[in-house]
C-alpha cells in the first residue's frame, strides 16, 4: 500500500522544501515503502487530515494518520520492523533525539537567516503575505533585516559544525557504516538550505559537504530529484 507524505510546497509543487518533511521521505526511503506526495503549501496545512497538526510532515498509512517527523520514524520502525532500521535500537533513538536537538538549535536557525528572503520568493502571492507575517512577528523585526545578517554569520556556522565534522573523520555517516534516522535529520536541514537558496554554507572541500553529497546520492539519489537554487540572473 502507498504512504501518503504530505509534504511542504510553494510556488512550484514540484520542489518541496521542508527540512522536516525531507527528514520523513528519507526514512521512508530507508524503509523501501512506496510513497506518494500530496504537495501543501502553507495555508492549506491546517486541512490536513482534517486538521491532525498545525505542521507537515503528515504521512497516511492505510486508516493510520501519524504527523512529525520524528513520530513517523518511530512508528515506520515498529510498523515495518522486517526492513531496514532507522535507529539500530533504542540507543540509536536516544541519540537521534540529541542530533534532533543539536540540528534545530544549531543549524536552523542560520539556514532561516541565509534563506529567508528566498524561502518567501518561493510562495505564490497568498502564502507570501503569510509567510512574511509570520516570520516578522517571531523575529520582531523585517525579513530584509534578518536576512542582512547572513554573511556576518557564516565563519560562525560553519565553525559551529566542527563536532559533526570530526566525527565524520571516523565514519561515513552519523549512523556509522550506513546511515540511521539521525543523519537524515541533519540532511534535512542541508537539503533545506540547498533547495531555498544558492547561497553557499559550506565549502565542496568541507567533510561536512562530502557526507551531504553521500546522502544526495542514497536511495537511488532521492536527494537529488529536486535540483538545487538557481542563482538569479542579474538585472540588465
Request: aromatic share 10%.
Amino acid at each position: 500500500m502507498t504512504i501518503l507524505l504530505y509534504d511542504l510546497v510553494g510556488r512550484d509543487a514540484a520542489r518541496p522544501f521542508s527540512p522536516h518533511c525531507w527528514k520523513a521521505a528519507m526514512a521512508l526511503a530507508h524503509k523501501r515503502l512506496d510513497i506518494a506526495s500530496v504537495p501543501t503549501r502553507f495555508l492549506e496545512v491546517p486541512k490536513v487530515e482534517g486538521g491532525v497538526s498545525k505542521l507537515v510532515p503528515v504521512i497516511r498509512d492505510g486508516e493510520t494518520v501519524v504527523a512529525d517527523s520524528f513520530a513517523i520514524a518511530l512508528y515506520l520502525e515498529e510498523t515495518y520492523p522486517e526492513r531496514p532500521t532507522l535507529f539500530s535500537g533504542d540507543g540509536g533513538k536516544a541519540t537521534a533525539r540529541f542530533i534532533e536537538r543539536w540540528s534545530q538549535l544549531t543549524i536552523h536557525p542560520y539556514v532561516t537567516t541565509a534563506a529567508l528572503l528566498d524561502l518567501h520568493a518561493m510562495q505564490d502571492e497568498a502564502n507570501a503575505a503569510y509567510f512574511r507575517q509570520n516570520r516578522e512577528q517571531r523575529f520582531g523585526r523585517c525579513l530584509e533585516a534578518v536576512y542582512a545578517t547572513r554573511d556576518a554569520g557564516l565563519a560562525g556556522f560553519r565553525a559551529s559544525l566542527e563536532p559533526l565534522r570530526s566525527m565524520l573523520g571516523y565514519q561515513p555517516f552519523i549512523g556509522g557504516p550506513s546511515p540511521l534516522f539521525a543523519d537524515y535529520i541533519v540532511f534535512g536541514a542541508l537539503q533545506w538550505a540547498r533547495i531555498a537558496t544558492p547561497y553557499r554554507l559550506l565549502d565542496d572541500s568541507d567533510v561536512v559537504a562530502q557526507w551531504f553529497e553521500r546522502c544526495l546520492d542514497l536511495h537511488g539519489g532521492l536527494g537529488r530529484t529536486v535540483a538545487p537554487a538557481a542563482i538569479a540572473p542579474l538585472a540588465s
